[in-house]
């Protein structure tokens, strides 16, 4: 059990690592993971903040396309319909 604990949180410090050093590569497709819609069907702040990132490396030509994913939350929206 310790060995896990200990092996996750050492790949977790490395994958945080990776994830600071922006090399400015492109890639073919850029992620975008669902979050919370409001109950008026708007993106919450935090999915938001994904979607205007993504945007803004699709623009720099960094990711060529965008996959919103998501289903459907308790608003009734789909995350990635709207």
């Given amino acids: 059990m310790k ?5 996750f949180l050492i790949q977790s410090i490395l994958i945080c690592i990776d994830g ?12 975008v993971l669902g979050n919370k819609i409001n109950p008026d069907g708007s993106p919450s ?6 979607l205007n990132k993504s ?9 060529q396309m965008i ?3 998501g289903g459907f939350g308790k608003e009734g929206f789909g ?3 709207k």
């Fill in 3 to 7: 060995l896990g604990l200990i092996l």
């Fill in 20 to 31: 600071l050093r922006d090399k400015k590569t492109k890639a073919a497709i850029g992620i």
């Fill in 67 to 69: 996959l919103v994913s």
């Fill in 45 to 50: 702040e935090r999915l938001q903040e994904r």
């Fill in 55 to 63: 945007i803004q490396l699709y623009r720099a030509d960094r990711i």
């Fill in 79 to 81: 995350k990635a319909t």
